[in-house]
Each structure stands twice: as C-alpha cells, then as structure tokens.
C-alpha cells in the first residue's frame, strides 16, 4: 500500500516538475524565475515546515522515536562517508561525484512525500535526517568541494533551516504551543513544499543540455551508486538490525530515515558546485539524471524494505 501511493507521489511530483518545465518553455515566465521561488522556498517555506514538524504533543513514544531516527541518520551518514572512502580510490571517484553519492535531496523530497503518504505527524522524523546531513553539508561537503579543510561555523549556526530546527525541538520539548493564528500560517505555509519546490526544478530543467546527460560517460556508473548500490546498503542495514525494535512503530521511523537516503543527488551539491567552479554542469547532470531514474528506484526500495 505504502509503495503504491509512494510512486502515485512520485508521479505528481514529475507532473508538478512538467508545469514549471511548461511555463518557461512557452515563454511565459523566464527560467531565471526559479531562483526567486528557491528563496521562497529556503527562506519561508522550509522553515515553516520544520517548526510546524515538532508543533504535535509530546510524548515518550515520540521522544524515543526521533532519538531513534536521529541515531539512524548518524549511522547511515557514517557508512556513506566510509563507504565512498573506500571505493573513491579504485573508482577515481571526483570530489564532486563523493559528494552526490553521499548528500540526498532530503529536504525538497522527503518531507512533502512523507506529508502526503504518511501524514504530518511523521515530518517529525524526517527532520532528524534532514538535520543530520545539514550540519554535515556545512562541514564535510563543503570542505570536501571546496578542497580546503576546516568548518564554517558561521553558515551553520546561521542557517535558516538549522535555526528552524531547534526552535522546533525547544519548542516540542519544552512543551510549548504556538497560537492557533499563527500555528495555522506554518501549517498552510508547509503544505505547498512539495508543489513548490517541484515547479521550480522544472524549471531548471529547461537549461539543461539533455543530449550531454545521456552522452557523459560517468553518468550512468554514478547513478548507479547513488540510486541502489548505496541505498541497497543502507536497505539491508536498517531492515536487519536490531533499531526498529527499540522503540514504537521503529520500522516506519527507519523507512523515513530510507526514503532520506534514496532521493537524487542534493540540489545543494549542485550550488557548491557553482560556487566553487567544480564542474557545475556536470553537477546538474547528475541531479537530472539520479531526479528521473528516482521514479523507479524510490518505490522498489521501499518495497523490499517492506517485504
């Protein structure tokens, strides 16, 4: 049941992408349009959607329950980031294909999907990984994209999303409710994450050179890592080991943390990429190429995890 309404998601996902693809193809807004709905997106929506994520009543059950996914997320991030250590040498694997194999589109993806297929009351637990891999976003990946070492605090403790994050923990554990005004405004806010984010990577989309993604010739090798090698991985990880025991409804909790995983290369590996002139378009092309593969990937994945 769940892996029907996941890939019936998927598929209004790639319908809402196919809108925003439309409107700048007919010339009736420019594809540089989409930058003004990213920000909408970073700095309104996203933030909305954290806070109201923690904004449920408290109780031990989901106390433990984000704990759990906040460990899974830890130990999920610890195997990727060894797992693309070993095979970067043998592979020749580029600072920038490291970084698309280990970092998801987490956060565009995963939240509106679990809305929609689970219900609001789970986002919680999504907001555990989506933490997780921030900070270490922030720190290993731009540190590994930028060739340099060293942590800047300053954009994470800063980061608008992160911020979001802990309020929405302080707000959940001290056991504090929004007022109803403005708790319906996040509430409403949060519900158009996912058509939102959709219309602006259509848009995208028209930019890219389609002919250059099928043609490179890493592509397909990097796809595959990041699309079932590691998720596969991450799969008999979760559904073998003893986490989803510890805790109520332990196995859903970690199919959260493994819907996380198994999302396309980050959108943010895509603008670090830009930043640091570490080849940009080839950047975007894993992001398109691992965003239409996903459709078939995405709902296998949680249909053996199921199983």
């Given amino acids: ?26 010339g009736l807004i420019d594809a540089k349009s989409s930058r003004m709905l990213s920000v909408i997106c970073i700095y309104i929506i996203m933030p909305c959607v954290m ?44 600072v920038l294909e490291k970084a698309s194999i280990i970092y998801s589109n987490s956060g565009n993806l ?9 219900g609001e009351k789970w986002v919680i637990y999504a907001s555990a990984f989506l933490s997780v891999q921030m900070i270490l976003m922030w720190t290993h990946g731009e540190s590994l994209m930028e060739a340099k070492a060293g942590v800047n605090w300053k954009k994470i403790l800063c980061n608008i999303n992160l911020i979001a994050i802990i309020i929405g923990i302080i707000l959940f554990f001290a056991r504090i409710r929004l007022p109803v005004v403005i708790g319906n405004t996040m ?51 979760l559904k073998y080991s003893p986490l989803a025991s510890m805790v109520k409804d332990g196995q859903t909790i970690l199919l959260i943390s493994l819907m996380a995983v198994i999302t396309p290369s980050a959108t943010t ?16 092309t894993i992001n398109v190429m691992t965003t239409i593969v996903s ?10 995890y199921l199983a």
């Fill in 1 to 26: 049941m769940i892996t029907l309404q996941l890939l019936q998601q998927i598929v209004v996902f790639f319908l809402m992408m196919a809108c925003g693809f439309l409107v700048v193809k007919r």
């Fill in 51 to 94: 806070i109201n994520a923690f904004q449920i009543e408290y109780s031990k059950s989901i106390r433990d329950g984000f704990l759990l996914a906040v460990a899974a997320a830890v130990l999920i991030h610890i195997f990727l980031l060894v797992f693309v250590r070993i095979i970067g040498k043998p592979l020749k694997l580029s």
């Fill in 110 to 118: 995963v939240i509106p999907m679990v809305t929609v297929v689970l």
């Fill in 187 to 237: 509430s409403q806010i949060s519900a158009t994450l996912g058509p939102v984010c959709m219309i602006m990577l259509g848009m995208t989309m028209t930019e890219v050179n389609w002919k250059e993604i099928f043609s490179h010739s890493r592509i397909y090798l990097i796809t595959a890592l990041k699309m079932i090698v590691t998720p596969l991985f991450v799969l008999l990880l």
């Fill in 269 to 284: 590996v895509v603008q670090l990429a830009q930043l640091y002139d570490e080849e940009p378009v080839y950047a975007s």
């Fill in 295 to 304: 459709i078939v990937t995405m709902p296998l994945m949680v249909m053996l």
